[in-house]
Nanobody
């Protein structure tokens, strides 16, 4: 079992920045792929970014150049640095962990955090 705890959400103006953190406990974190997904009201959950256990990063087109994912295996933590935030980034952001190959699909992840709200005002 893996437990994931997110932090760092909040309210920010358009153009601002936030950094989300997700700390894992339980199984060997360093061998897990880690992902961030988000869900806006009335919309389906969507892929944002992921980082493989081998440190390969993947991004949705909508966040490329603005968001950066990184991981610190010594701290069992994955980070999501979000810059130049836009109102359309407003959503609940979920951290996920898994070990399947297709990292951009939610079905690739077995463990999920409780989510953290990010609100971007215009």
């Amino acid at each position: 079992q893996v437990q994931l705890v997110e932090s760092g959400g909040g309210l920010v103006q358009a153009g601002g920045s936030l950094r989300l953190s997700c700390t894992a406990s339980g199984r060997a974190y360093s061998r897990l792929n880690m992902g961030w997904f988000r869900q806006a009201p009335g919309k389906e959950r969507e892929f944002v970014t992921a980082i493989s256990w081998s440190d390969i990063a993947y991004y949705a087109d909508s966040v490329k150049g603005r968001f950066t994912i990184s991981r610190d295996n010594a701290k069992n933590t994955v980070y999501l640095q979000m810059n130049n935030l836009k109102p359309e980034d407003t959503a609940v952001y979920y951290c996920a962990a898994g070990n399947k190959v297709v990292v951009k699909a939610s079905v690739a992840y077995d463990y999920w955090g409780q989510g953290t709200q990010v609100t971007v005002s215009s």
